[in-house]
T-cell receptor, first 112, second 117 residues
Framework: LAKTTQPISMDSYEGQEVNITCSHN???????ITWYQQFPSQGPRFIIQ???TKVTNEVASLFIPADRKSSTLSLPRVSLSDTAVYYC?????????????FGPGTRLSVLP | GAGVSQSPSNKVTEKGKDVELRCDPI?????LYWYRQSLGQGLEFLIY????????KSGLPSDRFSAERTGGSVSTLTIQRTQQEDSAVYLC???????????????FGPGTRLTVL
């Protein structure tokens, strides 16, 4: 079971780029890395997913080094509405269920 | 289109009573998941269904918890003899198909806030 470690909280200011790093030292060959975002009183929402190198979509970028023991979620030019909890998940589709675990996440606070 | 819906949105019950929480997944989604989230905490995985089958029930906190899914659609999470420590937000999610090369995107409902007095 791949365990993830990410900072408990981060502060940023509007317009800045925010990078949240997640450590997953025992990631397995078939594991993917997925990030979710959760606003207060709502369920989590998918942001981005990747296996290696770099993935970019309209919301964020995900950087994964060659050894895949960590990953970095990059949010460009954050706004107040990006204040949320961000979860890093590592899991393998063939061993679903508890193998896909939401940890405590990183609470991002964007300040004006 | 319609997202995942859950009912009730809020439930207040007395200790010792049974409660049923309902989840309506996105139409056509074969996988369904239940999580629990205590105030200010991360999500605790409870159980998932592939179709009507739950391959692994070991995530359920105790034998007071049970879940079923019928017709590959609606799921019910039942908590018998509720305790105060059961108070939490219960989240349901669904995804399209587990038979793929990478993990499916899970679409979450708004949750049911359960308060046990």
């Amino acid at each position: 079971l791949a365990k993830t470690t990410q900072p408990i909280s981060m502060d940023s200011y509007e317009g800045q780029e925010v990078n949240i790093t997640c450590s997953h030292n025992n990631i397995a060959t078939n594991d993917y890395i997925t990030w979710y975002q959760q606003f207060p009183s709502q369920g989590p929402r998918f942001i981005i997913q990747g296996y290696k190198t770099k993935v970019t979509n309209e919301v964020a970028s995900l950087f994964i080094p060659a050894d895949r023991k960590s990953s970095t979620l990059s949010l460009p030019r954050v706004s107040l509405s990006d204040t949320a909890v961000y979860y890093c998940l590592v899991g393998d589709i063939k061993n679903y269920g508890q193998n896909f675990v939401f940890g405590p996440g990183t609470r991002l606070s964007v300040l004006p | 289109g319609a997202g995942v819906s859950q009912s009730p949105s809020n439930k207040v019950t007395e200790k010792g009573k049974d409660v049923e929480l309902r989840c309506d997944p996105i139409s056509g989604h074969t996988a369904l998941y239940w999580y629990r989230q205590s105030l200010g905490q991360g999500l605790e995985f409870l159980i998932y269904f592939q179709g009507n089958s739950a391959p692994d029930k070991s995530g359920l906190p105790s034998d007071r918890f049970s879940a079923e899914r019928t017709g590959g659609s609606v799921s019910t999470l039942t908590i018998q003899r509720t305790q105060q420590e059961d108070s939490a937000v219960y989240l349901c999610a669904s995804s399209l198909d587990l038979d793929r090369e990478m993990p499916d995107t899970q679409y979450f409902g708004p949750g049911t806030r359960l308060t046990v007095l």
